[in-house]
C-alpha cells in the first residue's frame, strides 16, 4: 500500500457551492436584525440587574424556582428549564447558594439526585426585582410592538421554539 495514498472512504465529498442554500439579502437583514436584538437585550437586561447584585443567569433561575411547585426543582430539571449545562449549573447554584438565594437538598429516594430550593431571602429578592425587571421588558421590548406585531411575533417564533426544544429532547 502506498503510504501517499489518503483513505476517504469515511470523507464527505465537499458539497458544491450552489448546493447551499444561501441567505438572501431580506433573509440575511432579518437573522442578523434578530442576533442584534438577542444580544443586545440580553446585555440591557443584565445591565439593569447589576444593581440587584445579579446576573440575568440568577434572575432566570430565581423565575423558574419561583413558580416550581414547593419552590423547589431538581437539578437536571433546571438545568434543562435553563439551557444550561449540568456543570455551568452547578457553579452558578454554588454562587447562588453563597448568596443565601438557593439551597441544595438532597432528593429523598435518590441519593444522587439534588433540588435546587428557593430560600426565603431568595423569595424576597425575587418579589423584589421582578417588578424593575418586568419594566426593563416592557420598556425594551414589549412596549416597541403593536399589539398585532406582538401576536405575528409570537406566531412566527412558536413554531421555530417548538422545532429546537425537539431537536435538544433528542440530544
Sequence with gaps: MDTHTIDTA??????PEEETPWLT?????????HLEVAKLLEYQLSRELQPHNLAINDYEILVVLSEAPDHRMRMTDLATATLQSKSRLSHQITRMENAGLVLRQECPGDRRGLYAHLTEQGWETMQRVAPDHVRSVRAHFIDR?????????????AP?????RGLRGRS
Design 10 to 15: 469515511d470523507t464527505p465529498e465537499p458539497r
Design 25 to 33: 439579502a431580506r433573509e440575511q437583514r432579518m437573522w442578523r436584525a
Design 145 to 157: 410592538f403593536t399589539p398585532e406585531q406582538l401576536d405575528a411575533i409570537y406566531e412566527a417564533l
Design 160 to 164: 421555530v421554539a417548538e422545532h429546537l
